[in-house]
């Protein structure tokens, strides 16, 4: 049997079946995906990188192939059983940060955990457990439209782990930063990986996927698996 | 929640838009509701039986001695002759009703009027008031008393004078009256009554005070039906700027949505979200619509429908009903206003519900 | 006859139509195409659309059992203008659609609780398992409401103020005919009989299922069963001694304000008692789903207990308005 964390088996995924603009971006791809480890996909553009990403986070359902978390197939879930893995098992780190504005960083922070029905003093301890570690303390109440980059990203950051997942996702997390920040970010990216997370990233950004805390790079090309290393 | 609020000004639209019809809805309601209460009220004091008599399928003037008749019947325990007929001002362009009473201490050329007549021609007690007899001879009138009932409803345009200045104004004999009225003594008794008078005088035609109070509950029913339904009209426009409203997903919402289902959320979770959203603005909209037109209807009198319920009456009454609930009238609104408006969003809603999660990776 | 509480009833039981006519053809293709293993868009698509089905459906429920209220309580204010009706049940007798609309009404509520109940546990199966029979029922509730519509269209269209009608004076008196007639004319003892001997197989049928976690059809029948006599109870028995009166039996004069509206007391948990019991058996039967096994256990329980929760009180309070009564009947413990 498979120890992994995760194990993907001939995954496809087709958008626009049966229309003249069908498209297979995903053809057939077959991976191992290793507990607490970072795992970075790289590729060139249009290479299937982000749907992979989104099919393993059960974001979308494969057209075909199966997944398996931790020896269970989640593949063919029906929409609330993957939602409820969605936001028990991963956390999300999106390419622009994806905040909602208008709400508080407070109120950003706790939105994962909102379908929970979590009572609101153990929400607020956990979040502010959070805004402690990344040093957003002071700026709980401040709408999210008034952060500076940085504090918007760690504020990203704080909202992926507010569920406690055990695999952080971050698609492209640097496309959008200068590199005082992207250090930032390999810095926590570091730190979440000491803390027995495990990341499973998207980047053709040099910096990151060269970097000394990313244990393993998949490649990527037309919707297949290149190379692993 | 918060998120609702931030969005104040999408909704501040809707809202405004909600509250209107709920308002003119529940205004045309409670009006048509105090307009019933009112006649009922008057009616309350009206006779048991009137006995017309007819001619040629006509109303016309029955005899005197049909009264002694009629008081021997058995069950009835007291009949009175009504003298009474319209008269049209064309100063004011309006019918009054004059009506003959003995017991107002008239004397020959006094009247007493209703609130109605004194408004419109500017009467007080004491003034001279000159309209045309049958003949077309001018007959000054001078006025005793003003009239200021429990309801003004059915006595605004009311005139009041001794019976031989009536029988005189008209020109009507002696031995004849307008109509009979009869008092029962047992309720239960009335329909048998009915039944004999029409066997012993078969040119009448007796008319039941229950008869009058189904009918007029059915008139006022249905002229409030009528109205409902032209607003019915105003309903479906609004179901349609209600659905639009909905369905205009702006790219940031839908942006939004996506975040949501991206880091956990459920279509039920977004579903439900929603619900409240519409839930809210709902509520708000029904419970300030609906005291608007409480203070509407019941501190201003129905300044704004007047017109429109009661006709273009030059005399028509003014009235003040005493406020209060009916909580069969707060389920029909709510019924007319929510639930369409629910049905309207409820496609749009899930529409934007289902938003794919992954779009947000994009 | 326009009315605006008539209109509103028409208008929402159109509404509620459509909503469930929609539902059912979504329902169709559901049962056509449904595949849960496949990942294809068609069963993407099917998936979101389950989401709309309950919002339908759950949307239509609430407003079938607030139009039910609302459809009585119309019935008992427009009584002033039939001759002959006093209460609900001259102006339900004014034609011979008016019963038809009240029970079909009762039956829809029913259905649509036992939808919603299904719903909710199917959705914590990983695979859906009963998609078909969920989606098969919907297709038997949509002709329900289109009856209940159709109906309540005749009987609105039909109520003419010149028809002299009969009311619960006559209607459930032990001379007349009919069921309302023969259910009168029990004795009060006899209805009595019945209102307890049901009451007492639901909540013997409930607990046993509740403790053996066996025998949960039972306790589904017993719960109609027990709705059946609790209404011929009230009517036969209940009703004469929350009137005082021994020979007044009606089923509605007790909603009215001059009896302290005790009838919403009664009403009220024993329609949402039979709505849950219903719903807990039929959850109950689908722990054989091994996907279901515990899910369904623990909701079934959960509906049983709340059943049985408002069964007792509505037997506890019906027993309570017969033993303050002033009434005394004779004959009654012969
Ligand atoms: N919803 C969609 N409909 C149609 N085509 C899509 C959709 N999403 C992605 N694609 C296509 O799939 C291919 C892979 O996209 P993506 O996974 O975003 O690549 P990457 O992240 O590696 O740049 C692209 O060619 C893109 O056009
Ligand atoms: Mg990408």
């Known amino acids: ?229 | 929640m918060a998120s609702l609020l931030r969005r104040k000004g999408k909704n501040l639209s809707l809202l405004l838009v909600y509250t209107l019809l709920v308002f003119l809805l529940a205004s045309v309601l409670l009006y048509t509701q105090a307009l019933r209460k009112e006649a009922t009220l008057v009616l309350a004091n009206s006779p048991e039986i009137i006995v017309q008599r007819l001619v040629a399928g006509r109303h016309a003037f029955i005899p005197a001695q049909y009264l002694k008749q009629l008081g021997d019947v058995r069950g009835v325990t007291y009949t009175q002759g009504r003298l009474w007929g319209y008269y049209y001002d064309p100063v004011v362009k309006a019918n009054y009703t004059l009506m003959a009473t003995g017991n107002k201490g008239l004397a020959v050329h006094e009247i007493a009027i209703g609130a109605g007549i004194a408004r419109t021609r500017q009467l007080t007690v004491g003034d001279y008031l000159s309209l045309r007899n049958a003949r077309g001879a001018p007959e000054t009138l001078r006025v005793k008393e003003i009239l200021y009932p429990d309801s003004e409803l059915l006595s605004a345009d009311l005139m009041l004078l001794n019976p031989e200045s009536w029988r005189q104004f008209f020109a009507v004999p002696q031995a004849v009256y307008t109509d009979l009225t009869l008092a029962v003594r047992n309720p239960a008794e009335i329909n048998k009554v009915a039944e004999k008078i029409v066997q012993r005088l078969p040119d009448t035609r007796p008319i039941l005070k229950s008869e009058i109070l189904r009918s007029y509950d059915a008139v006022f029913s249905w002229r409030e039906g009528l109205v409902s339904l032209l607003l019915s009209v105003a309903l479906l426009a609004f179901v349609i700027f209600a659905w639009d409203k909905a369905s205009g997903l702006s790219a940031e919402e839908r942006r939004e949505i996506g975040i949501l289902k991206a880091i956990g959320w459920e279509t039920s979770d977004v579903l439900r979200m929603k619900l409240w959203e519409g839930a809210i603005v709902s509520l708000t909209a029904f419970l300030s619509g609906y005291l608007l037109a409480y203070a509407h209807i019941f501190f201003t009198s129905a300044a704004l429908l007047t017109p429109i319920l009661k006709g273009w009456a030059v005399l028509y009454p003014e009235f003040h009903v005493i406020p209060y609930i009916d909580y069969l009238q707060v389920a029909t609104l709510f019924f007319f206003t929510v639930v369409p408006y629910a049905v309207a969003t409820l496609i749009p809603i899930w529409k934007a519900a289902i938003t794919d999660p992954d779009e947000v990776m994009r | 006859m326009l009315n605006p509480v008539i209109i509103a009833l028409l208008i929402v039981a159109s509404l509620d139509t459509l909503m469930l006519l929609i539902a059912a053809g979504f329902a169709l293709r559901i049962l056509r195409h449904w595949d849960i293993q496949s990942g294809s868009e068609l069963q993407i698509r099917l998936e979101q659309q389950t989401y709309l089905i309950a919002t339908l459906v759950g949307f239509a429920f609430i407003t079938e059992l607030l139009s039910l209220l609302l459809f009585v309580y119309n019935a008992d204010a427009l009584s002033s203008q039939f001759v002959g009706a006093m209460c609900a049940t001259g102006v339900l007798n004014v034609n011979p659609w008016g019963w038809p609309t009240l029970i079909s009404k009762i039956i829809v509520f029913f259905f649509a609780a036992l939808w919603l109940a299904l719903n909710f546990i199917d959705r914590q199966a990983e695979d859906y398992p009963l998609v078909r029979i969920k989606y098969g029922l919907l297709l038997l509730i949509a002709p329900l409401m289109l009856s209940v519509w159709s109906f309540q269209l005749k009987y609105f269209l039909g109520l003419n103020p010149a028809v002299i009608t009969s009311c619960c004076g006559s209607l459930f008196s032990a001379d007349a005919r009919g069921i309302a007639a023969e259910v009168s004319s029990l004795t009060p003892r006899t209805g009595m009989l019945l209102f307890y001997v049901g009451g007492i197989a639901v909540m013997i049928s409930g607990l046993w299922y509740l403790r053996k976690q066996r025998t949960a059809l039972i306790f589904g029948m017993c719960s109609i069963g027990a709705f059946i006599t609790a209404i011929i109870g009230i009517v036969s028995f209940v009703a004469l001694y929350i009137y005082a009166h021994p020979h007044h039996h009606c089923p509605f004069c007790i909603l009215k304000s001059g009896h302290d509206f005790k009838g919403y007391w009664l009403y009220l948990p024993l329609f949402s008692a039979t709505a849950l019991a219903i719903s807990s058996s039929a959850v109950a039967v689908t722990q054989r789903i091994p996907s279901l096994r515990t899910q369904a256990k623990k909701t079934a329980r959960k509906f049983g207990w709340l059943a049985l929760l408002l069964y007792g009180i509505f037997y506890l309070l019906s027993s309570w308005m017969v033993l303050t009564s002033n009434l005394t009947l004779e004959n009654l413990w012969l």
């Open chain 1, 1 to 229: 049997m498979n120890t992994h964390l995760l194990h993907l088996e001939n995954v496809t995924k087709t958008f626009n079946q049966g229309r003249p603009n069908e498209y297979s971006a995903l053809r057939g791809i077959s991976l191992d995906i290793p507990a607490y480890q970072a795992t970075c996909i790289i590729g060139p553009s249009g290479s299937g990188k982000t749907t992979l990403l989104s099919t393993i986070a059960c974001l979308a359902r494969p057209t075909a192939g199966r997944i398996y978390l931790r020896e269970k197939p989640i593949s063919n879930l029906p929409e609330n059983f993957l939602a409820k893995i969605r936001r028990s098992t991963f956390g999300f780190i999106f390419q622009r940060f994806n905040l909602i504005s208008g709400l508080t960083v407070l109120e950003n922070i706790v939105l994962p955990a909102y379908p929970l029905g979590l009572p609101q003093h153990k929400l607020l301890q956990r979040a502010f457990a959070l805004l402690d570690q990344f040093d957003l303390k002071n700026r709980a109440e401040h709408r999210v439209e008034w952060l500076s980059g940085g504090e918007a990203q760690r504020t990203a950051i704080c909202r992926a782990l507010i569920n406690d997942p055990a695999i952080v996702i971050a698609d492209e997390p640097s496309a959008n930063l200068d590199s005082a920040l992207t250090a930032e970010l390999l810095e926590i990216f570091t730190q979440l990986r000491a803390a027995g997370k495990t990341l499973l990233i998207t980047s053709h950004d040099p910096i990151i996927h060269e970097a000394a805390a990313i244990d393993m790079r998949v490649e990527m090309r037309d919707g297949e698996v290149r190379s692993i290393a």
